[in-house]
């Protein structure tokens, strides 16, 4: 297996664990459980789930109202596409 392979399934799958944290994150909400901590949040979009929770944030409609996310899971997502295209070799 080559890096980009490499690089591209831990992508898919933070990406995946992105937008699936989010979803448990809503329905614990909902249901008044025990919350995922947001620093949690963060660090799985941080490391290459970015793009999967800023499209769980949407999707779930979750941590929509906080700017912190509002503004900064996008911001990792575009950062994380770029450096993906730039590994990849697109540009």
Known sequence: ???????????????????????????????HQYRIRERTLWLVALFGGAVGSTAGMQFFRHKTKHIGFKMGFPILALIEVILFLKIIGVF
């Open 1 to 31: 297996m080559n890096g980009q392979t490499l690089l591209s399934a831990a992508l898919i799958i933070m990406n995946i664990a992105g937008f699936w944290i989010m979803g448990a994150d809503k329905r614990r909400a909902k249901m």
